[in-house]
């Protein structure tokens, strides 16, 4: 099949662009970068340079596409809100208007966990809950929105559409989440925060590729599939201080035992929240109230309809991932 892939140089959609070529497909990857030099790590990519936002998708090479998979997204913590609103949902919107013209078949949505989030703990999350009414992180709201774009053009006789929602998605390459919680706690910036009882899913960046092409194969055996999310997880939820201290101990550094409460911690991502939004700082801040809640609360997914409708399950478990990616994390 002709598949093309938005984000197809990231974290994921790399994975996902390689596993694709080696299955045959002619795939095409879109960034917004102009001559990226990762592009020509993967024999036989076409790498096309696009910027989303800004205009509609109608190059000649897109026609003829079958399916697509929507990886690129703008991922953080704090920053303005118009630049997540204009990755994250307009992007969608626009790749959405150039996928009905060009009568694509699929539409695989990466989306996120995060669009359910809520100031309280979820435990065995399924898909009934509702999209978050917390207006406080410009990426969930933002992500929520585009789902919603991406559900609601699923059309029973053209493109059907689906959502993917792996949950805090680590391994080797992982721009976001372990190097920087490694880097802050090396500069002594980083405390348990609640009472480290929580439990949560993590879910290794194969999996979730796995899970894509997954919902990719069900797609073309099942015409009728979509319209719906799916929560992507490891089945395997952690203690997450319990988790980040083996690995802290594997790489030598000294485990955690100072703790923050959540209310100090929420209140003090309020008002951090508050500064960075005065002074127009772009980087993410220190702490947020959405990443008090994330390190304090439960928050963990049940996959059973993911198990059900794409027949995903987990190809590496907690042990093997963390195995496998163990290298990479010393090597930081």
Not at 96 to 118: E, H
Not at 188 to 194: A, D, E, L, N, R
Not at 322 to 331: G, I, N, Q, V, Y
Request: net charge positive; aromatic share 10%.
């Amino acid at each position: 099949m002709k598949i093309l892939v938005t984000g197809g140089l990231g974290f994921i959609g790399f994975r996902l662009v390689q596993n694709l070529i080696d299955q045959g497909h002619e795939v095409h990857a879109l960034g917004r970068t102009q001559k990226p030099t990762k592009a020509k790590e993967i024999h036989g990519l076409h790498y096309h340079p696009h910027d989303l936002s800004t205009s509609v998708l109608s190059a000649d090479w897109f026609l003829g596409t079958d399916t697509i998979f929507h990886v690129a997204a703008k991922a953080g913590m704090g920053g303005n809100f118009t630049e997540y609103l204009q990755a994250n949902l307009v992007s969608t919107e626009k790749l959405l208007v150039a996928a009905k013209q060009a009568k694509v078949k699929r539409f695989i949505y990466t989306s996120t966990p995060s669009v359910v989030f809520s100031k309280h703990p979820i435990c065995n999350g399924t898909e009934s809950l509702a999209y978050s009414t917390e207006n406080f992180s410009p990426y969930a709201t933002t992500k929520a929105w585009a789902e919603k774009a991406v559900l609601l053009a699923d059309n029973k006789s053209g493109m059907r559409t689906i959502a993917l929602r792996p949950h805090l998605v680590w391994g080797a390459g992982d721009p976001h989440l372990l190097p920087r919680v490694i880097a802050r706690h090396q500069a002594g910036k980083f405390k348990i925060v609640g009472n480290a009882k929580n439990k949560v899913d993590l879910t290794h960046v194969d999996n979730v590729v796995h899970a894509h092409l997954c919902a990719l194969e069900s797609m073309q055996v099942n015409a009728s599939l979509g319209g719906k999310a799916y929560f992507i997880g490891q089945n395997e939820p952690v203690f997450l201080w319990e988790w980040l201290n083996h690995i802290f101990t594997e790489l030598g550094l000294p485990t955690l035992e100072k703790a923050v409460p959540f209310k100090t911690a929420y209140h003090l991502g309020f008002m951090i929240e508050k500064l960075w939004g005065a002074l127009r700082i772009k980087s993410d801040p220190p702490m947020t109230r959405f990443v008090a809640c994330q390190l304090a609360q439960d928050h963990w997914f049940s996959s059973e309809a993911a198990q059900k409708d794409l027949g995903y399950q987990p190809i590496l478990s907690m042990d093997q991932a963390l195995e496998k990616t163990l290298p990479w994390l010393r090597s930081l």
